[in-house]
């Protein structure tokens, strides 16, 4: 059996606490490409709690670069 594993990033190489949605900035969501349905369906899940929580949906990046979270199964 395979998980989803999330991994939380920070975009900068200076360390700051990491926002998934404030008030001047929502972070993406990557999924590498070739991952199993679960991971797209733990992303889609994540950027719905996110919206339910704060009001602003994360969105599904086409790619890592600038991406706040990257889901990937291991």
């Known amino acids: 059996a395979r998980c989803v ?10 360390a700051r606490p990491f ?3 404030g008030p001047d900035r929502t972070a993406s969501v990557f999924i590498a ?3 199993p349905e679960c991971v797209r369906l733990a992303a889609e899940d994540l950027a719905r709690d996110g919206a339910r929580i704060t ?15 990257v ?3 291991v």
């Open 19 to 21: 926002v998934l949605a």
């Open 33 to 35: 490409p070739g991952e």
């Open 5 to 14: 594993a999330i991994l939380l990033s920070a975009v900068s190489a200076h």
């Open 71 to 73: 889901l990937a199964s």
């Open 55 to 69: 009001g602003r949906t994360p969105a599904i990046a086409g790619s890592a670069d600038g991406a706040g979270v």
